[in-house]
């Protein structure tokens, strides 16, 4: 039970709130309530934070891993879209010092939320459903951010952190591999989640890069990364030749031949160099 020396919920303690309130999980928001104070505890733990540290977490819900969090001693800003649980949250939370923010954490103005200064960690328990895209738009725009403890779908871990040549390597991780580096640190059972979700899930960790990882602007790549993959079975030569001879192709050290998943990121960048007009200045290299 959740009380004045507790760390966070308890099953009966999910319940009990819901009821009291007349909620139940949303599956529009992908809402998947943790239920088990050991998970929240192991991932405050990995998080690796304390006294002077800031964190935001997406997605508090209840609060469960909020109340961890907070026991670390670090300064928490949680964020929930879900207009009905922000009382309950705050109610839970308040007097921890945690701030709430209720919305949209793909509109959300982030320079507001957290300010200027950085560093901040990012420790979440991410809604299935928007995982992907906020775990890159935050990537790409919110440099405070330094680094991400995710609990993701394991598909969706998989996908973020594959190595080239691996069947989950695709647009996720080459826009990760970018920006930051990534490696999957542990794995949530189903059994842990309040409603239970149909997949396991494992814990992402993600640190930003001081620069990007290549000299080549992501808007250059990204176009060839997501022209490839989407005909990810068709070679190279083929899914590019709308925007590289097959010459050119080969010119940069990289075999016509190839599919888009056995591709570096280095041999992105040099795709994208290969791409750019014969004449004129190069683009100024920006994150």
């Known amino acids: 039970m959740t009380g004045s020396g507790a760390v966070t919920h308890d099953p009966s303690d999910i319940r009990r709130l819901l009821d009291r309130h007349g909620l139940s999980p949303r599956r529009a928001f992908g809402q998947n309530f943790v239920v088990d104070a050991n998970t929240v505890r192991r991932i405050a733990r990995l998080a690796g934070v304390g006294p002077g540290d800031r964190v935001v977490e997406i997605g508090a819900g209840l609060g469960s891993l909020t109340l961890a969090l907070a026991e670390t001693g670090a300064e928490i800003v949680a964020v929930e879209v879900d207009r009905d649980l922000v009382p309950v949250l705050t109610e839970q939370v308040a007097e921890r010092g945690v701030r709430v923010v209720q919305g949209d954490a793909l509109t959300l103005d982030w320079d507001e939320v957290l300010g200027h200064r950085g560093p901040w960690?990012?420790?979440?328990?991410?809604?299935?459903?928007?995982?992907?895209?906020?775990?890159?738009?935050?990537?790409?725009?919110?440099?405070?951010?330094?680094?991400?403890l995710v609990m993701v779908q394991k598909e969706v871990?998989?996908?973020?952190?594959?190595?080239?040549?691996?069947?989950?390597?695709?647009?996720?991780?080459?826009l990760v591999a970018y920006h930051a580096t990534g490696e999957i640190v542990g794995r949530v059972p189903a059994a842990v989640f309040h409603p239970r979700p149909r997949v396991e899930s494992v814990l992402v960790r993600l640190r930003r890069r001081p620069a990007p990882a290549v000299d080549v602007p992501l808007d250059e790549i990204e176009p060839l990364v997501r022209t490839a993959f989407s005909q990810r079975r068709k070679m190279l030569r083929r899914s590019l030749a709308g925007r590289i001879p097959a010459e050119r192709i080969e010119a940069a050290g990289i075999d016509p031949a190839a599919r888009p998943e056995q591709l570096s990121l280095a041999e992105w960048a040099a795709l994208a160099r290969a791409a750019r007009p014969t004449s004129g200045p190069s683009p100024r290299t920006a994150r």
């Open 121 to 148: 960690h990012l420790v979440a328990n991410l809604p299935y459903n928007v995982a992907t895209p906020l775990v890159l738009d935050l990537l790409r725009r919110v440099e405070v951010i330094t680094d991400m």
């Open 157 to 174: 871990g998989e996908r973020l952190v594959a190595a080239p040549g691996t069947r989950a390597a695709g647009i996720p991780s080459v």
